[in-house]
């Protein structure tokens, strides 16, 4: 193989190996997936929470663990088997788990007690396997309480700590074919991973493409930087979305205007899901469903 025919196939093959988010190869729009959190349904049984999930034109379910029980390492095999053929049955893949450490005593990503971390990795593996029994293939982590820095726990320690937990957890990840995303979140809701730069730094601690990055709305309204530029900026560690408005609510029940989101989405050719994860549940499951995924609509066809 001659120079020039050695550098033309190593190009090829990096080209080729990028994963195309939101066209398709021919550069046609595809499609966006929209998924719902399973709690924004409240105390409704699964069946019923898929059924009108499914009906409004959602794809996707996320289901947050604390809504199936306190440790997923008490759910039998024949129940995760039920609710994967619950949400098979209304034709919803069930994307992932969400809210991992809610519920939990005992956990936590940033402890200096290793044992403590030790669990932690133990628990989230289990959380991997419990994601794939359901069919899912993303854990998102966010739990605030349960990664913030402890008292005389630096920032750079805290970093070491959380990238030793996720290490642990790579050879089950690999095995279930699950991607572990880290959620920035706000400020007011943690001292730990609070910008979408911070969350990238332990993604590139890790450097695992089993740990990638999770971006939510919500959230990312605490930055300086707008919306579409963290989205444009951090596109390469992208694998999913959370849509709702700083109000808490749903997307189109505040002031965020998502056109240029979702026109963001586009130019990074998003192929993940979007999924709709609201904290005010006050409007009522059927119109935080309904309204979400109607302005989602309208804002896509704009796009």
Known sequence: MDRRTFFRTCAATALASQPLRGLGAAGDAVPFKFAICNETFGKWEFEKAFAFAAKEGYKGIEIAPFTVADYVTDVPAKKRAGIRRLAEKEGLEIVGLHWLLARTKGLHLTSPDKAVRQATARYLAELARFNADLGGKLLVFGSPKQR????????????QYAAEVVREVLPVLEKTDVTLAFEPLSPRTTNFLRTAKEAVELIKIVDAPRCRLILDCLAMSSEKTPIPELIRTYRHYLVHFHANDPNSRGPGMGELDFVPIFRALRDIRYQGWISVEVFDYSPGPERLARDSIRYMKKCAARN
Not at 148 to 159: F, I, S, Y
Request: aromatic letters at 0%; a positive charge.
């Open 148 to 159: 913030n820095l402890p008292k005389d726990v630096t920032r750079e320690k805290g970093l």
